[in-house]
């Protein structure tokens, strides 16, 4: 179908003569609107894939895939709890832990914070932190008066290690002038940055018996974490779970707790592909303006080809191939440009940042430190098969035009 003769005509009415600029601008500019528009959706693709996946990680790293708690008390039954759970092959690791709020009194101001409290041994299971520590360590993180602050939250209380800070408990004691609110002095042994802003901004970690006595919790537990093989069947196993328990007890997978967040950049993550698809298509309406200015130009060359015997489905493939070149050629660099950004995208940043001296990327709205991208092939796959088939579309009406010209009529006047 596609013989040289073909191929030959085409290339030719691709490479514009000296006659032919306009028409050469015209198919600039749309290459150039099919690069960019190729790139854009690789570049917020991946980004996307890079939020998605970051955040998954961490919600996963820090709490687990599925949490149990106890809505109106204590969790009273853990060793039965845990019994149950470790004969199902899904379960991995339990990590049973205490949580609750305080106010943390700091040098510079004070801050609500989230304490919770876990053994060391556990911990280690939670990368994210003790592979980040900011300050201090962990070897000291025993006892009753040890606990270890997260970065963003020691900065807004002005604390560092091996100073001492004061939490006050909402639950309160009884002394001899009343109910008070329990407070206590505590150690600050480690300083630490989980990846995540919000967790750094509120999170206070304290060894599980210290934070049971000073959530007033004396032997029990309110927080059971369950780590799976499977992270995709979280929502699957935490219903199978719920039957086993019993209702007493609510169980949640990281997808429910965290599901408006998810199904946010779900949305977003449509919205952006259709809205930069527009870039693509206006190409592809520029493609069109171009070979119909072409297939103007050359009627003589058309009737000529006409009459020494090309059908019109020869003289149809020539501005088809046409069309096509400026498709598959944008949609070829604007895949380079495109991953080639994407992969360093972050230093990019980091770059804009220096010369305009304004922060792009703010930790506390987009909840990452960093800006994250993962370019996936199924994805630069999906943009270039879309971006093909709309520059091939947009090819067809003016080729059709181009192959119903009657040589003997575009003869006439020349």
Known sequence: MLNSFILTISFRYFRAKKNERFVSIISGFSL????????ALIVVMSVMNGFHDELTKNIIGLNGDITISNPENSIDNYDDIKTKLLSKDYVTHIIPSVTGQALALGLRQNCGAIITGINLSDLKRKNEILQNVVAGNFLDFFGKNA???????????????????????????STAFGSMPRSKEFHVVAIFTSGVYDYDATKILMPLEAAKNFLSL??????????IKSHSKANTIAREIQTIL??????????????????ALAIERVAMFTILSLIIVVAAFNIISSLF???KDKTRDIAILKTIGASQKQIMLIFILNGMFIGIIGTLLGAILGTSFAYNIENIRKYLEQITGTRIFEPAIYFLYTLPSEVRLEDITLVSLVTIMLCFCSTIYPAYKASKLNPIDALRYE
């Open 147 to 173: 606990v270890a602050v997260g970065s963003e939250l020691a900065a807004n209380l002005g604390i560092t290690i091996n100073t001492k800070i004061k939490l006050i408990s909402p639950n309160s004691i």
């Open 293 to 295: 200015m072409l297939v």
């Open 246 to 263: 019993g209702k007493d007890l609510r169980i949640v997978s990281w997808m429910e707790s965290h599901a408006q967040f998810l199904n």
């Open 32 to 39: 150039l609107g099919v690069t960019i528009g190729v790139a």
């Open 218 to 227: 004396n032997d029990k537990i309110n927080l059971i974490e369950i780590y």
